[in-house]
């Protein structure tokens, strides 16, 4: 094949391509900025010509992983971000970063960007709470880090100190907010999460509806950074001019409160109310330890529930789970372990076959012996008669998943993803509502 051909055929797989893909040669000038990444960015392809031509394409190496990777000579895997981009829209990437080489010399550095916005949004829902408090007692975790953070947890629970909780959606920070909620040795009355992604304008005035009752509340801010600087200062002001009640006052950021506060997203003068206490609750992807026994009190909790008789999972869907890295964290893991059990009989192990497409397709590029099969097939063949579904069950979950892909490479605009699969709009709409009913029904049964 020739040398312009295949020029051609790699244009089009890193345009077309579902990551984002930048290069930079070894002095950190850029080479490639592929369309997905452009668009992750914010940046139109006329406004990215433009840039171009003046060597400003909004990306500083300075401040990212590629000029780390070209100064280490390092690999960064999986690193996880968060930003608003150009639009003003929040962005979630997971990131591999690796060194370009030539003839064993560096010749510059690649990052391929996966979007995970849509599942950083699902993320942020808490854990199930099976109806009763959520006290330490109930948190499966046995990792070292996180026995450290349920008992600087009880500390501050014990002097009752303002806290600030620092980790990714989807780790916990709810069950640790409520947790040291419940430790209080003299107990308080209420329990309000105020919610900052919402309109910051309620959660103020929620704020001060409460924080003037006579009751001892614990309030938790769940991603405080969301709000502007103005609103978390209005907040300040509000705990200092009501120092005659016994609140305790527990807030949550998504990542370093001193990355935030130089980026101009955490106040100062809210961070100091803390008196510099933060917990930092660690990854998933981080204390791998905490994934069985996360599944084995959900797997009881189904049999108390339902009388089923699933038991675990079988050492290949093991090894699978414990090489995936969770960028959802436990929140993620509880949502499969609900897709996997709205499907269960008879079953007394979860087996390869029974793991949703979904997350088949997430898995594909997994490297180990015991999903081989998995990694290296379509998601959608059967290899054996064990992975035999019902047809309808089969059929609905290949149109489910491929009206949600449909709908992401149109950034969620129904008209313009039912003109690409050729239906009527009006069909689209019944589609996507069936299947969120399916999946609500599923929650609903689950709890």
Known sequence: MQHETLLDIYKFIVEKGDNGICVVDNTGKLIIYNKKMRELQGISDEEFEKRRALEIVGFNTEKGGLLRVLQDEQPILNEKKTFWNQKGQEVTLISNIYPLYSQDVLVGAVEFARDITQQEYMMYQPLRRYNEPLTFEIITAISTEMKKVIEKAK???????????????????????????????????????????????????????????????????????????????KIVELLANHTNHHHIFIASVGEDPFDL???????????????????????????????????????????????????????????????????????????????????????????????????????????????????????????????????????????????SRALELFDGNVSKTATALGIKRQSLQYRIRKYTESRSSSDKHEE
């Open 155 to 233: 500390i501050v629970a014990y002097s009752r100190m303002p806290v600030i909780l620092v980790g990714e959606s989807g780790t916990g920070i709810d069950m640790i907010a409520e947790g040291i909620h419940h430790e209080l040795k003299d107990k308080n009355d209420m329990f309000i999460t105020l919610i900052c992604r919402r309109d910051e304008a309620s959660v103020i005035s929620q704020l001060e509806k409460y924080i003037v009752e006579k009751k001892n509340i614990t309030f938790f801010a769940e991603r405080i950074e969301y709000l502007s600087k103005e609103a978390q200062e």
């Open 261 to 403: 506060i130089q980026k101009g997203q955490l106040s100062k003068a809210l961070y100091r109310h803390f008196s510099d206490i933060s917990i930092y609750i660690p990854a998933l992807r981080n204390r791998k330890e905490d994934i069985m026994p996360f599944v084995e009190d959900y797997f009881k909790r189904h049999r108390e529930s339902y009388g089923s008789a699933i038991s675990g999972l079988s050492d290949e869907v093991k090894e699978i789970f414990l090489n995936y890295n969770w960028p959802g964290n436990l929140k993620e893991l509880e949502v499969l372990l609900d897709d996997i059990s709205s499907l269960i009989t008879t079953e007394s192990l979860v087996e390869a076959h029974m793991l949703p497409a979904h997350f088949k397709w997430k898995i594909q590029n997994i490297e180990s012996p015991e999903n081989q099969d998995i990694a290296q097939s379509d998601i959608f063949v059967v290899m054996n008669k064990n992975e035999l579904r019902p047809l309808d069950v089969y059929m609905n979950e290949v149109e489910d998943y491929y009206i």
